[in-house]
C-alpha cells in the first residue's frame, strides 16, 4: 500500500467520526429551526446513551455486597468475624486466586466499639474483579448459604439468569430482534426473584433501568451498547495505574530530592500522550508525513 | 437544556467541518458503498468495509480497494493528497 492509500483511510476515518456529530448537530438545529428554547431532560437522554462497563460494574458491586450482607446477617456476632475471615479465603483463593497463589484482596469490615457489632461497607470492585465475581458467584452463595438451600437456590437461578443478561449485553456484535426480546425476559425472571429476595434493599439505579426496560430501550435503539461503553478510557485507567506502580515507589517518597523537586505527573502525562496519538492515529499520520519528505522512520 | 447553549458547543466542537462539506449525513451514507461500523466480525475481510485488510500479492483486490476508498474520499469532498 502506497501513503495516499493510508491517507485516504485515516481521512475517511475521520469523517465517520464527524458525521456521527453531525447527526446530534442536525437534530439539535431542527429543535432550533422548530422555535424551541428549551428542551425536556428526557429528549437529550435518549441520546445519552448508559455506559454499560458502569452498569456492569455497579450491579456486580451491589450484588456481591447485598449477597455477603444478607449471609452475615444470618450469623450470631461472635461468628460473624469467623465468617468474613472464611469468605474472604474462599474468595482469595477460589475467586481471584488459587490455592498455590492466593489473591491479596482483603474483605473491608467495620466493628463498632462498644457493641461489638460487625457491620459491612459496600463493597468496591474494579470491573474485571467484579466480573469474575458474577463469574463464580455460585460459589459465593454457596459457602454462604450452605444450610439455607431453598434460598440458595433461588438466588442461585436469578444470578444465572443475570449471567445470560449480561452475556447478550455485553456482546461485540449487533443483537437481532429474537435476542433483545430474550434479553428482557431474562431481567424481568433476575428482577421478580432479586426483588422477592432482597426486596427494596436490592435496588440500585441500575438495576431499575434494567427492570424497568429503559436499557431494553436503548438495546433497540442502537443495537450493541459495547460500542457506546467507556471501555477504552477504563483500560487506559488501568495502563495508567500499572505504570504509577511499576516505576515508582511510595510516590517518591525519601527519593534524595528536596521537596517539591521531583513529580511523576510529567511522565505519566507523557505515556498518557504517546498512547493517545497512536489511538487517535495522529503518530502514523506524523511518520507517513516525515517518509512523505524523504525521511526513513 | 437551552437549545441554543446546546447548538453553540456543539458547532464549537464541529469548528467549520459542516460548512466546509455541506453535506448533510443522511445523504453521504445513503450514497456510500463503504461500510464503516468497526463492529462488524469480519470487517478485515470484507472487501467494502474501511479496515479491510488485502491480502499480500492480490493486485485485483488492492486496486478494488483503492478504487473504493478514492471514491469515498471524492463523495465525502475531502480533496484528495
Given at each position: 500500500?502506497?501513503?495516499?492509500?493510508?491517507?485516504?483511510?485515516?481521512?475517511?476515518?475521520?469523517?465517520?467520526?464527524?458525521?456521527?456529530?453531525?447527526?446530534?448537530?442536525?437534530?439539535?438545529?431542527?429543535?432550533?429551526?422548530d422555535g424551541r428554547d428549551k428542551v425536556p431532560l428526557i429528549?437529550?437522554?435518549?441520546?445519552?446513551?448508559?455506559?454499560?462497563?458502569?452498569?456492569e460494574n455497579r450491579i456486580g458491586e451491589k450484588m456481591i455486597?447485598?449477597?455477603?450482607?444478607?449471609?452475615?446477617?444470618?450469623?450470631?456476632?461472635?461468628?460473624?468475624?469467623?465468617?468474613?475471615?472464611?469468605?474472604?479465603?474462599?474468595?482469595?483463593?477460589?475467586?481471584?486466586?488459587?490455592?498455590?497463589?492466593?489473591?491479596?484482596?482483603?474483605?473491608?469490615?467495620?466493628?463498632?466499639?462498644?457493641?461489638?457489632?460487625?457491620?459491612?461497607?459496600?463493597?468496591?470492585?474494579?470491573?474485571?474483579?467484579?466480573?469474575?465475581?458474577?463469574?463464580?458467584?455460585?460459589?459465593?452463595?454457596?459457602?454462604?448459604?450452605?444450610?439455607?438451600?431453598?434460598?440458595?437456590?433461588?438466588?442461585?437461578?436469578?444470578?444465572?439468569?443475570?449471567?445470560?443478561?449480561?452475556?447478550?449485553?455485553?456482546?461485540?456484535?449487533?443483537?437481532?430482534?429474537?435476542?433483545?426480546?430474550?434479553?428482557?425476559?431474562?431481567?424481568?425472571?433476575?428482577?421478580?426473584?432479586?426483588?422477592?429476595?432482597?426486596?427494596?434493599?436490592?435496588?440500585?439505579?441500575?438495576?431499575?433501568?434494567?427492570?424497568?426496560?429503559?436499557?431494553?430501550?436503548?438495546?433497540?435503539?442502537?443495537?450493541?451498547?459495547?460500542?457506546?461503553?467507556?471501555?477504552?478510557?477504563?483500560?487506559?485507567?488501568?495502563?495508567?495505574?500499572?505504570?504509577?506502580?511499576?516505576?515508582?515507589?511510595?510516590?517518591?517518597?525519601?527519593?534524595?530530592?528536596?521537596?517539591g523537586e521531583k513529580s511523576y505527573i510529567y511522565s505519566v502525562?507523557?505515556?498518557?500522550?504517546?498512547?493517545?496519538?497512536?489511538?487517535?492515529?495522529?503518530?502514523?499520520?506524523?511518520?507517513?508525513?516525515?517518509?512523505?519528505?524523504?525521511?526513513?522512520? | 437544556?437551552?437549545?441554543?447553549?446546546?447548538?453553540?458547543?456543539?458547532?464549537?466542537?464541529?469548528?467549520?467541518?459542516?460548512?466546509?462539506?455541506?453535506?448533510?449525513?443522511?445523504?453521504?451514507?445513503?450514497?456510500?458503498?463503504?461500510?464503516?461500523?468497526?463492529?462488524?466480525?469480519?470487517?478485515?475481510?470484507?472487501?467494502?468495509?474501511?479496515?479491510?485488510?488485502?491480502?499480500?500479492?492480490?493486485?485485483?483486490?488492492?486496486?478494488?480497494?483503492?478504487?473504493?476508498?478514492?471514491?469515498?474520499?471524492?463523495?465525502?469532498?475531502?480533496?484528495?493528497?
Open positions: 500500500m502506497n501513503d495516499s492509500f493510508e491517507i485516504w483511510r485515516s481521512m475517511l476515518r475521520e469523517a465517520v467520526r464527524m458525521e456521527r456529530y453531525i447527526c446530534f448537530l442536525e437534530t439539535v438545529r431542527k429543535w432550533n429551526e429528549e437529550i437522554l435518549e441520546l445519552l446513551i448508559p455506559c454499560i462497563l458502569h452498569l455486597t447485598t449477597i455477603l450482607r444478607k449471609a452475615l446477617d444470618l450469623y450470631g456476632n461472635p461468628s460473624k468475624e469467623d465468617f468474613i475471615k472464611n469468605i474472604q479465603r474462599m474468595i482469595q483463593r477460589s475467586i481471584f486466586g488459587s490455592e498455590n497463589a492466593p489473591s491479596q484482596w482483603k474483605l473491608q469490615y467495620e466493628k463498632e466499639p462498644g457493641t461489638g457489632n460487625i457491620t459491612l461497607p459496600a463493597i468496591q470492585l474494579r470491573n474485571n474483579a467484579a466480573r469474575c465475581c458474577i463469574q463464580s458467584i455460585d460459589k459465593i452463595i454457596d459457602y454462604a448459604f450452605h444450610s439455607h438451600a431453598d434460598f440458595a437456590t433461588k438466588l442461585s437461578q436469578a444470578c444465572t439468569k443475570y449471567q445470560q443478561v449480561l452475556t447478550l449485553l455485553t456482546a461485540h456484535r449487533e443483537l437481532m430482534d429474537e435476542e433483545i426480546d430474550s434479553f428482557q425476559d431474562l431481567i424481568d425472571d433476575f428482577y421478580e426473584s432479586w426483588i422477592d429476595l432482597f426486596g427494596s434493599e436490592g435496588i440500585t439505579n441500575y438495576i431499575h433501568m434494567l427492570g424497568s426496560g429503559h436499557v431494553m430501550y436503548f438495546l433497540t435503539e442502537y443495537r450493541c451498547l459495547y460500542l457506546y461503553s467507556q471501555q477504552g478510557w477504563e483500560a487506559l485507567n488501568g495502563k495508567i495505574q500499572t505504570f504509577i506502580h511499576q516505576n515508582s515507589q511510595r510516590g517518591g517518597h525519601n527519593s534524595g530530592t528536596r521537596k502525562v507523557r505515556m498518557v500522550i504517546r498512547d493517545l496519538l497512536w489511538k487517535t492515529y495522529d503518530a502514523d499520520n506524523f511518520y507517513l508525513e516525515l517518509e512523505r519528505k524523504g525521511y526513513k522512520c | 437544556m437551552h437549545v441554543h447553549t446546546l447548538l453553540q458547543d456543539l458547532e464549537s466542537q464541529l469548528g467549520l467541518y459542516y460548512e466546509r462539506h455541506g453535506k448533510r449525513y443522511h445523504d453521504i451514507i445513503s450514497r456510500s458503498r463503504l461500510l464503516t461500523n468497526h463492529m462488524q466480525g469480519n470487517k478485515e475481510g470484507d472487501e467494502l468495509h474501511i479496515d479491510y485488510e488485502v491480502p499480500p500479492f492480490d493486485d485485483e483486490k488492492k486496486n478494488n480497494t483503492r478504487t473504493l476508498l478514492l471514491v469515498s474520499v471524492l463523495s465525502e469532498g475531502l480533496g484528495l493528497t
